[in-house]
C-alpha cells in the first residue's frame, strides 16, 4: 500500500506512521518527492486497511499498488526517478551517452576509445573486465587489471565508468572501480547478486533478460531496490525472437511500457539489440525517439581488431556523425545531450 501525506508533514508524523507499520512487521520505505511525502508499506495489505490511517489529519490517502512490483512502481512514486553520476544527469531531460568498447583489452585500446567518445559527446566510459561469454573458450574479459585500466582511463579523461559485475562474490571488488555496475542480460534473475547489489550505494545497470517480461525485469529491479538500493537503471538490449535476421529483437516498445509503469530511467543498447554497427544509428535515434533516457553503444577504435564484439561495435567516426544527429532527435523532445567535451 501505499500512504500519501499531506503537504508540509512534519517528521515526527511520518515517524509515527512508520513506527505503527513497522510494529505489525510491515516494510518502510519513504520517498521524499519534490511535492509530496509517500510512505510505501510492504507487506500484507490488510494489516494496513485494519489501521485506519486516512482518520489522521496529516495523511492524504491510502492506496494499493495494484503491480507486484511495488517500489518500482510509478503507483509508488508518480515523480520519475533521476540519479545523479558524474557531471550528468540519468532520468530528466539529458539524454546519456554511454559508449566504449565492449570489452577491455589493453590500456591503448581503452584510452584511445575513451578519448574518441568523449571527444564526441559521451559522459560515460562503457567496458567490460569480466565478459559472459557464450562459450567458455572465448576471451573472457582482463577481470581485475580490466578495472585497472578502466581506473586509469577513468583518471585521464574524467568520463565515469560502467562496468559489469557477474556473480555476488566479485561485486565488493568491482564496486571499488565502477561508478555505475552493470548486471547482464544473462544474469537478470541471478537473485544473489540483486540483493548483494542492494547494499551499495551506487547506481546499477540492470539490462533487460533475453527471454525476460517486462514484468520479470521490473521484478528484478524490485528486488535491488527493496534490500536497500534506489538507484536501478534499466536497460533494454533486445530480446530473443523467431527473427534471425538481427542478432536480438530491440524491443523498443518496452521503452514506454516501463516508462509508464515505472518511475525507473531506461536506457537501450541497440548493439546487443542487433548484432550488427549497420542498424545501430537507427536504433539509437528511435530509441531516443521513443524516450529512453540514454543509449549505450558500443564503440571500438578498430572494430575489425576487437576481441568481442567487434561487428557490431561502432568506430570513432561513425560514433561522432551519430552523436550529431542524436542531439538533433534529442531536441525535437525538449531534451539534451551535453556539448561536446574537449
Ligand atoms: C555487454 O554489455 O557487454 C553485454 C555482455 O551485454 P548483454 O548482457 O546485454 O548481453
Ligand atoms: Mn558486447
Request: contains cysteine; negative net charge.
Amino acid at each position: 500500500m501505499v500512504i500519501v501525506m499531506q503537504p508540509g508533514v512534519k517528521a515526527e508524523q511520518i515517524q509515527q506512521i512508520a513506527a505503527r507499520l513497522e510494529e505489525v512487521g510491515l516494510g518502510v520505505h519513504l520517498s521524499e518527492g519534490k511535492f509530496r511525502t509517500i510512505i510505501g508499506a510492504i507487506g500484507d495489505e490488510k494489516l494496513v486497511r485494519q489501521m485506519s490511517l486516512e482518520a489522521l489529519p496529516f495523511v492524504e490517502k491510502v492506496l494499493p499498488i495494484t503491480q507486484p512490483f511495488k517500489l518500482v512502481s510509478r503507483e509508488f512514486q508518480q515523480e520519475n526517478s533521476v540519479f545523479k553520476v558524474g557531471d550528468c544527469t540519468i532520468g530528466d531531460k539529458q539524454v546519456v551517452l554511454m559508449a566504449g568498447p565492449c570489452a577491455v583489452e589493453s590500456e591503448e585500446q581503452l584510452l584511445q576509445a575513451a578519448a574518441g567518445v568523449k571527444a564526441a559527446g559521451a559522459q560515460i566510459l562503457r567496458g567490460g573486465a569480466f565478459k559472459p561469454r557464450t562459450s567458455p573458450y572465448a576471451f573472457q574479459g582482463l577481470e581485475e587489471k580490466g578495472l585497472e585500466l578502466l581506473a586509469k582511463v577513468r583518471e585521464k579523461t574524467g568520463l565515469p565508468i560502467v562496468t559489469e559485475v557477474m556473480d555476488q562474490h566479485t561485486v565488493g571488488l568491482v564496486a571499488e572501480y565502477a561508478d555505475i555496475l552493470q548486471v547482464g542480460a544473462r544474469n537478470m534473475q541471478n537473485f544473489h547478486l540483486l540483493r548483494e547489489l542492494g547494499k551499495l550505494e551506487k547506481p546499477i545497470l540492470l539490462k533487460r533478460g533475453m527471454s525476460a517480461t517486462i514484468e520479470e525485469w521490473l521484478m528484478a529491479a524490485e528486488y535491488i531496490v527493496s534490500s536497500g538500493n534506489p538507484q536501478v537503471i534499466l536497460c533494454e538490449r533486445g530480446i530473443r525472437t523467431f527473427e534471425s535476421s538481427t542478432r536480438n529483437t530491440l524491443d523498443l516498445s518496452a521503452v514506454p511500457v516501463v516508462k509508464h509503469l515505472s518511475h525507473l530511467p531506461v536506457i537501450v543498447d541497440p548493439s546487443h539489440g542487433t548484432g550488427s554497427w549497420r542498424w545501430v544509428p537507427s536504433m539509437s535515434r528511435a530509441a531516443v525517439a521513443a524516450g529512453a533516457d540514454g543509449v549505450m553503444i558500443e564503440v571500438h577504435p578498430q572494430p575489425a581488431q576487437a576481441l568481442c564484439d567487434g561487428a557490431q561495435s561502432l568506430t570513432i567516426d561513425k560514433f561522432t556523425a551519430l552523436v550529431t544527429e542524436l542531439r538533433q532527435v534529442a531536441a525535437v523532445f525538449g531534451k539534451y545531450i551535453t556539448e561536446e567535451q574537449a
